[in-house]
C-alpha cells in the first residue's frame, strides 16, 4: 500500500569554495511505500547538514519506519519506491537474523541496504553501485541513519567480492536496451534499462559472487518472468521460487539458487 508523505525538497548550489548554500522552503507531496513511511511531517534540516554539492541538485528527504531515521534521494535519480519496499520485505521474510554476508547489486541512494542493515544487525551487508554520486549519497544516508554497511563504488559486471556472499540482493535495471522511452536525466536511465548491466551480466555476477549454499532475491516485471527463467538455465543457476511481490501485482521476486541447491 501506498501513502501520501510529505517531503522536504533542498536546492543547494555551491557557486565557490567559500560559499553558503541556498535553500528553498518548497514543501510539496510525494508517494512513498507505507513499508517506508515515518512521520508525515519532515523536519527542516539545516543546509550546512550537507555535503559541498559541486552543482545544483535538489535533495528529497524520505523518512524511514525507525525514530529519527531518514535518508536522501536525488531528484533526478530513479526514486525510492514500493519495488525497493517490497524487496527487502521478501528478504527480511525469508531470512532470519542469524549472521551472514549479503550483497546488494545496483545499491542506488542506499535504501535497501540500510532498511536491512536496521533490521538485521547481524548482517555484513555491501551494496555495489556503479553511479558515484548516488554512491556517495548512499555513504551519506548510511552514516546518517547509523548503520554499519559497506558500500562500494564499482560494477557487478566485473565485481568479485573477496568472501562469496551468503545472499544476494538486486532491484535491477528492468528494460531492455532500446525499449521505451528515455529519460532526460542519464541517472534514472541507467537505473531502469539495461544499459550498463544485462539480464545476464546480472546472473553472472549472482553466479560468482554467491556462495554455493547461498541464495538469491531479484525483483523484475512478470513480462521478464520467460526471459529470467531461460538467462538463470543458461548460468546454472535455478528459480527456487516466483514470490508475489507485496501490493505489486506486476512484479515478482525470484528466489534464486545454485542449480542443484534445491533445499
Known amino acids: 500500500m501506498l501513502i501520501e508523505c510529505k517531503v522536504q525538497r533542498f536546492f543547494h548550489h555551491r557557486e565557490t569554495e567559500g560559499s553558503e548554500y541556498e535553500r528553498s522552503e518548497m514543501r510539496e507531496k510525494t508517494w512513498i511505500p507505507a513499508s517506508f513511511a515515518g512521520t508525515t511531517g519532515a523536519e527542516p534540516v539545516h ?3 550537507f555535503p559541498p554539492f559541486h552543482q545544483s541538485t535538489i535533495v528529497i528527504r524520505v523518512d524511514l519506519p525507525f525514530a529519527g531515521k531518514y535518508l536522501d534521494q536525488d531528484k533526478d535519480a530513479q526514486a525510492v519506491s514500493s519495488v525497493a519496499a517490497a524487496l527487502q520485505s521478501a528478504v527480511i521474510q525469508g531470512c532470519d537474523e542469524s549472521p551472514r554476508r549479503v550483497l546488494e547489486f545496483g ?17 555484513q551487508i555491501t551494496g555495489i553501485e556503479i ?15 547509523e548503520v554499519s554497511v559497506s558500500l562500494i563504488n564499482s560494477d557487478i559486471r566485473t565485481f568479485t567480492a573477496d568472501e562469496k556472499a551468503d545472499l544476494i540482493v538486486s532491484n535491477p535495471p528492468w528494460q531492455k536496451s532500446g525499449s521505451g522511452i528515455l529519460s532526460p ?14 539480464m545476464e551480466e546480472l546472473l553472472e555476477s549472482v553466479k560468482r559472487n ?3 549454499s547461498g541464495s538469491a532475491y531479484l525483483i523484475y516485471p512478470r513480462d521478464r518472468e520467460k526471459d529470467l527463467q531461460i538467462t538463470a538455465n543458461k548460468t546454472f543457476l535455478d528459480i527456487n521460487d516466483s514470490l508475489a511481490a507485496a501490493d505489486l501485482k506486476n512484479h515478482i521476486i525470484c528466489h534464486i539458487r545454485h542449480k542443484g541447491m534445491n533445499s
Not at 185 to 198: A, G, L, Q
Request: aromatic share 6%; charged share 15%; net charge positive.
Open 131 to 145: 553511479q558515484t554520486p548516488l554512491h556517495k549519497l548512499a555513504l551519506q544516508n548510511a552514516a546518517r541513519c
Open 107 to 123: 545499491s542506488g541512494c542506499g535504501i535497501v541496504s540500510i532498511m536491512l542493515a536496521l533490521q538485521r544487525p547481524l548482517w
Open 185 to 198: 536525466f542519464d541517472s534514472k536511465n541507467i537505473s531502469r534499462f539495461e544499459i550498463r548491466c544485462t
Open 47 to 49: 543546509p550546512s547538514t
Open 210 to 212: 554467491l556462495h554455493p
